[in-house]
């Protein structure tokens, strides 16, 4: 089993920035890779980014490369997520996901484990 708990969601300002944090515990080989997603209201939950952790290799959606960044922390067991540039667009609940394997993805039905989510909101 996996356990992950997000933090550092907020209410911030166009053009700010934000970390998120996704803390996790649990079998190591059952969160080899993790992601972010997010859901605005009334829309459907959307893939943000993805890491493998061993290697770092990473993804993002399309329009959040070059604003978003997803690093790991192996040794505390924490995957974050950097955003900068924020727009309202942006405003969703973010969760995070683990996996076990060495494969990057990008749809939610291929995660196994979710955190609660952290709110993000944006304000023009």
């Known amino acids: 089993q996996v356990q992950l708990v997000e933090s550092g969601g907020g209410l911030v300002q166009a053009g700010d920035s934000l970390r998120l944090s996704c803390a996790a515990s649990?079998?190591?080989?059952?969160?080899?890779?993790m992601g972010w997603f997010r859901q605005a209201p009334g829309k459907e939950r959307e893939f943000v980014a993805a890491?493998?952790?061993?290697?770092?290799?990473?993804t993002y959606k399309d329009s959040v490369k070059g604003r978003f960044t997803i690093s790991r922390d192996n040794g505390k067991n924490t995957v974050y997520l950097q955003m900068n540039s924020l727009k309202p667009e942006d405003t969703a609940v973010y969760s995070c996901?683990?996996?076990?394997?060495?494969?990057?993805?990008?749809?939610?039905?291929?995660?196994?484990?979710w955190g609660q989510g952290t709110q993000v909101t944006v304000s023009s």
């Open positions: 996901a683990a996996r076990g394997g060495v494969t990057l993805y990008s749809t939610a039905s291929s995660y196994d484990y």
């Open positions: 649990g079998r190591p080989s059952s969160m080899s890779v």
């Open positions: 890491i493998i952790r061993s290697a770092g290799v990473t």
